[in-house]
């Protein structure tokens, strides 16, 4: 397995973690390897709430509903 470590600031809100990951993820999908790969956050934040400040994250985008 390859890794690629991101390290963080102590006060990276979730929202700014969980939009990380999903940027990142959206790149790791257009590599064709996303099936064979994983993205793991660290404890502060579970996945249910990963996506749900991902969501809330995501209404503020320009192109968000």
């Keep these: 397995m390859r890794t690629i470590r ?6 990276a ?4 973690v969980a939009g990380l990951a999903h940027a990142l993820w959206a790149v790791v999908a257009t ?6 790969s994983t993205i793991t956050v660290d404890e ?13 994250a ?6 968000g509903p």
């Design 6 to 11: 991101i390290d963080l600031p102590d006060h």
């Design 31 to 36: 590599t064709g390897l996303a099936a064979e």
């Design 58 to 63: 995501a209404e503020h985008y320009p192109w």
């Design 13 to 16: 809100g979730d929202e700014q």
């Design 44 to 56: 502060r934040l579970t996945d249910s709430q990963l996506n749900a400040a991902f969501d809330t």
